[in-house]
């Protein structure tokens, strides 16, 4: 799959002029030359936000997005990469049929909710992803009109992104954008509300609320996408987020990442060590890459952790048994220590002989973590082979004969 900024667009909106207008607001290059006093400077003033994002967020100034300083440095290093993170997440097959669901019937308006909207980095993630589906499947039925939601504190970063959108629109489409400061005040029901890296800056009790008013404004058939960052603390922060919002909404169908509506196995109540997150490889566009050099910062690989769901969805997404949540990795094979004699104590697939012999054999054994469909960890076992193309964390995982050695973990 290509990168959002490479989708040939032409229903919404034009993104080749989107990112050239995105290059000459940050006026980096100036005929292809760079002008590098600038570019530390930018450099600089990133390292500091993403500093204080990172390691230090008793230093994070609740209105970064309204210094200068904070707000450059976003829309230069924070814009793309969260635009591809929603990009790359919906255009999987797995979320793709229920996008498509929305567009079989005429729809006057399509109303997208922003939660958090910063510079509209997930709108302009979701305008791509249509740019996309309807490219490729000619049935779906173009909305007439869009109108978003822009929910932000910060009135200069939604100007800011309610101008670089509108300013690479195509001329045929009809598009408001309404700035809105609260959920609470929010009117117009929606067909797709988006809260991308935004949960983490709310306190830990207002959260589930939040999310809930929200949610409580979708249509039927509607979706949700929270995408928080990938650290330990946001992603199992996120997981007893949607432990709130499951028992409060029964109609919340989750389309990815879990394979099941139980408790999250890796949640902030669980005392597990491991926690769910995700990664995407794109290729970082040359002005950030740029940044990169002189930040120290490296964009190559966007991890995040996320939650989609489809309010009573059109029809269930496609079953699977399990989800990888790590990549295959070795394990310490001492075939009498504990560890290998829980496993062995604990299949739920496989013979316990073929397991000895498994963990024998010269090559070494490799580990798989997964969630399945009854919300449980299980480890997977595979003779690691260096030939075969290994198991990658996200990969949803069949039943039949896929990963067929398996026990089950601690929780
Ligand atoms: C990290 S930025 C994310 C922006 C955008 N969604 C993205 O992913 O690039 C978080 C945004 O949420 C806004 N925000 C944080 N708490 C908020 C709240 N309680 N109400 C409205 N906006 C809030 C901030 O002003 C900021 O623009």
């Known amino acids: 799959m290509r990168n959002f900024y ?16 995105w290059e000459n607001y940050l006026g980096i290059f100036d005929n292809n030359t760079e002008k590098k006093a600038l570019t530390q400077r930018i450099a600089s003033h990133v390292q500091t936000l993403w500093n204080q994002f990172n390691q230090d967020r008793s230093k994070l100034d609740k209105h970064y997005m309204n210094t200068g300083d904070g707000f450059q440095a976003y829309i230069a290093s924070f814009l793309l990469p969260n635009i591809e993170r929603v990009f790359s997440t919906l255009v999987r097959d797995e979320n793709i049929f229920a996008i498509e669901s929305l567009f079989l019937v005429e729809k ?11 510079p509209l980095s997930g709108t302009i993630g979701i305008l791509s992803v ?14 007439k009109k869009i109108h978003i939601n822009a929910i932000d504190r910060s009135d200069k970063i939604v100007d800011f992104g309610k101008k ?5 629109l195509f001329e045929s489409v009809v598009v408001s954008v309404e700035h809105i400061t609260s959920p609470e005040k929010v009117t117009k029901n929606s067909d797709v509300i988006l809260g991308i890296n935004v949960f983490n800056e709310i306190p830990l009790k207002h959260r589930a609320k939040t999310l809930n008013s929200l949610y409580s404004k979708l249509n039927n058939g509607g979706l949700l996408l929270v995408m928080e960052p990938g650290q330990e603390e946001h992603a199992k ?6 432990n709130e919002f499951i028992s409060a909404n029964n109609d919340g169908q989750i389309i990815s990442p879990c394979a099941h509506r139980k408790n999250c196995p890796l949640s902030t109540e669980t005392t597990r060590k491991d926690w769910c997150w995700f990664r995407h490889s794109w290729n970082t566009p040359k002005t950030i890459a740029l940044i990169d050099k002189f930040s120290k910062l490296d964009h190559h690989e966007l991890n995040f952790s996320y939650l989609f769901v489809q309010k009573n969805s059109v029809q269930s997404a496609e079953t699977f048994f399990a989800r990888s949540i790590s990549d295959e990795f070795p394990i310490e094979i001492k ?6 004699e829980y496993f062995k104590n604990n299949l739920v697939s496989g013979e316990k002989e073929e397991f000895l012999k498994m963990v024998e054999y010269e090559g070494g054994l490799n580990k798989i973590l997964l969630c399945t469909k009854e919300g449980e960890l299980e480890s997977a076992f595979v003779i690691a082979d ?6 990658r964390r996200g990969r949803r995982v069949k039943l039949d004969s896929e990963l067929y050695m398996r026990a089950k973990e601690r929780n």
């Open 6 to 21: 490479e989708i040939e667009s032409k229903f919404f909106i034009n993104i080749a002029n989107y990112m050239n207008n």
């Open 108 to 118: 006057d308006e399509l109303v997208i909710t922003d939660f958090g909207c910063g």
């Open 130 to 143: 249509l740019e996309y589906i309807f490219s490729i499947n000619h049935k779906l039925i173009l909305p």
């Open 164 to 168: 670089l959108l509108t300013k690479s």
């Open 237 to 242: 922060s996120l997981g007893t987020l949607r």
């Open 335 to 340: 075939a009498k220590s504990p560890q290998i």
């Open 386 to 391: 260096p030939t075969q193309k290994p198991y």
